[in-house]
């Protein structure tokens, strides 16, 4: 069974840097074709891709956020980390992590709860 | 690649079938022959569901019910008959061409 978990903040500052930990078994980044991915969700709006990153080490992200974000791996801790920095209200939303898989060139086939992150003063 | 979903809100009889449209800016065929085009349905409260992959292909404990179809840059999702636990929101996305993208989503209600 496969389970993911994203850990971090639920409120940052404006301009602070947000770090995420996506935590999850079931799977390992160390087979190949596998991969993590992030997403988010303004409350109330429509889901956004963030980046991804396959067992190989290769890494895609939004071009629109690129400049800020950074995704890494630690394959022996199961775990995927996620950084943005310079945050802004706009940003306040839920962060998904998702695993995937190369087959499918990144859709995200199974889901994490989510975490809230709350950008405010 | 901009994902367009028709309608964007869908009251249904229970029972009754159920059809949402996507349509994206350019054709989701890619140079492996594939097409990339999946749905994903959100119950309220709750984080998105893989239902459908590649157009038609449903994923590990989709119901039956649930059947994708289209080429190109049009594709359907559709649901045979419509039961309480379908309410939500479904999204189309496409992952041909990085970034992924999504649709603005299309709530299914029950009338």
């Known amino acids: 069974q496969i389970t993911l978990k994203e850990s971090g903040p639920t409120l940052v500052k404006p301009t602070q840097t947000l770090t995420l930990t996506c935590t999850f078994s079931g799977f390992s980044l160390s087979t190949s074709g596998v991969g993590v991915g992030w997403i988010r969700q303004p409350p109330g709006k429509a889901l956004e891709w963030l980046a991804l990153i396959y067992w190989d080490d290769d890494k895609r992200y939004s071009p629109s956020l690129k400049s800020r974000l950074t995704i890494t791996k630690d394959t022996s801790k199961n775990q995927v980390v996620l950084t943005m920095t310079n945050m802004d209200p706009v940003d306040t939303a839920t962060y998904y992590c998702a695993h995937t898989a190369s087959m499918v060139r990144g859709v995200p086939l199974s889901w994490g709860q989510g975490t809230l992150v709350t950008v405010s003063s | 690649i901009v994902m367009t979903q028709t309608p964007l809100s869908s009251p249904v009889t229970l029972g009754q079938p159920a059809s949402i449209s996507c349509r994206s800016s350019?054709?989701?065929?890619?140079?492996?022959?594939?097409?990339?085009l999946s749905w994903l349905q959100q119950r309220p409260g709750q984080p998105p569901r893989l239902l459908i992959y590649?157009?038609?292909n449903r994923f590990s404990g989709v119901p039956d019910r649930f059947s994708g179809s289209g080429a190109g840059t049009d594709f359907t999702l559709k649901i045979s008959r419509v039961e309480a636990e379908d309410v939500g929101v479904y999204y189309c996305?496409?992952?041909?061409?990085?970034?992924?993208?999504f649709g603005q989503g299309t709530k299914l209600e029950i009338k």
């Open positions: 996305t496409q992952a041909t061409q990085f970034p992924l993208t």
């Open positions: 590649k157009i038609s």
């Open positions: 350019q054709s989701l065929v890619h140079s492996d022959g594939n097409t990339y």
